[in-house]
Structures are given as C-alpha cells and as structure tokens.
Nanobody, 118 residues
Framework: QVQLVESGGGLVQAGGSLRLSCAAS????????MAWFRQAPGKERDLVAR????????YYTDSVKGRFTISRDNAKNTMYLQMNSLKPEDTAVYSC???????????WGQGTQVTVSS
C-alpha cells in the first residue's frame, strides 16, 4: 500500500522559509518521479515542482523559480521542498504525489498547510 505523508508546513511571515518533507512507503521510491502540488482556497490544484526518479531533472512552475528547490533522498524514501522568500500568494495546502509518467500522477498525500502572512 502506497503511502505519502507530508510534514513541515506552518505559519510564516512573508520573506521567510519553510522546508516540506514527503515520506514515502509501500513503493520502490527510487523508481518514480515525484512532485509537489498546491491548492489555495477556491482554486484548482496546481503543479509546483517535479523531480525525476534519480533527482537529475527538475521542473518548477514559473511563480516559484528561484525561490523553491525540490530534492529527494532515495536512501531515506523522502522528497523535500525548500521554500524561500515566501509570499502571501504561496499560501495553500501542499501535497506530494507519485508520478507514473510525465504529467500523470496516481498517489497523493493528505497535504500540509502553508500559510504566509504579510
């Protein structure tokens, strides 16, 4: 049974930083690309960043480029999202997901709330 569990969310002031973690179990973690998504109240869920199975290729949505860094530790079955220079518009529930192909995701975590105050 695949399980993805996010942690690290919280309340931070604008300009601050947070590091999210996604702990995976029940899958061969190193075999899959992974991704972070976010969903703000009243909005659709959007892709934030994606990382390939070996960590060698990453993708970021334009609004977070230069501020967020996605990474993974395959030995620990864990993915991370380092978020710097946070803005109020980054406020959302952040979820991790397993990628089965580019653009297709099949398992999701429950999400962790990130709130950025101005």
């Amino acid at each position: 049974q695949v399980q993805l569990v996010e942690s690290g969310g919280g309340l931070v002031q604008a300009g601050g930083s947070l590091r999210l973690s996604c702990a995976a179990s029940g899958l061969i973690f190193r075999a899959y690309g992974m991704a972070w998504f976010r969903q703000a109240p009243g909005k659709e869920r959007d892709l934030v960043a994606r990382i390939s199975a070996n960590g060698g290729t990453t993708y970021y949505t334009d609004s977070v480029k230069g501020r967020f860094t996605i990474s993974r530790d395959n030995a620990k079955n864990t993915m991370y999202l380092q978020m710097n220079s946070l803005k109020p518009e980054d406020t959302a529930v952040y979820s991790c997901a397993r990628s089965i192909t580019w653009g297709q995701y099949d398992y999701w975590g429950q999400g962790t709330q990130v709130t950025v105050s101005s």
